[in-house]
Structure formats: structure tokens, C-alpha cells
């Protein structure tokens, strides 16, 4: 994945996330179960249950970026989530 940014840490939530969640629910979850500092630019990812999604939230100085992958048809899933 080709970034705009240089993120100085990553961070994997690791259980998963009700993905109806958008922007400001996500950096409720970094800030509250996380314990993390949202603006920092580090890349938080989330997956959702089934393993095939990933959303990533970041902040670029100035808001928040929302990055969303899907898997195909395949029936793939993400191997770390």
C-alpha cells in the first residue's frame, strides 16, 4: 500500500470491530481501549469479524485519513486479524 505519510508506529486492534463504525468511533476505540494518543500520526488498523475487512484511521495534521480494504469474491481473509 502506497502511503502519503511516514508513520512512526502501527498499531493492530486485535479483537474485532463493529465496522458500522466510522471515523470518530474508531478513535474512540484508540483513545479509550487502545490508550493511545490518535493525533500522533502512528496508523491504527481494525478488522471486522468475518477476517475480509480492514479499515486503518491515521492522523495527517490536518484530520483524520479513513482507509478501507475489502478482500474479493475469493473468500480470502486477512491472516492476522
Given amino acids: 500500500m502506497k502511503m502519503f505519510v511516514e508513520p512512526k508506529c502501527i498499531y493492530l486492534h486485535r479483537d ?3 465496522f458500522r463504525k466510522s471515523i470518530d468511533g474508531l478513535v474512540a476505540i484508540v483513545e479509550g481501549e487502545l490508550e493511545r494518543d490518535a493525533y500522533t500520526g ?3 488498523l481494525f478488522c471486522n469479524k468475518a477476517k475480509d475487512k480492514l479499515k486503518l484511521v491515521y492522523w495527517d495534521k490536518t484530520g483524520f485519513a479513513l482507509w478501507y480494504k475489502r478482500l474479493g469474491a475469493t473468500r480470502s481473509r486477512f491472516v492476522y486479524c
Wanted: glycine share 0%; no cysteine; charged share 15%.
Fill in 16 to 18: 474485532a470491530v463493529d
Fill in 42 to 44: 502512528a496508523l491504527f
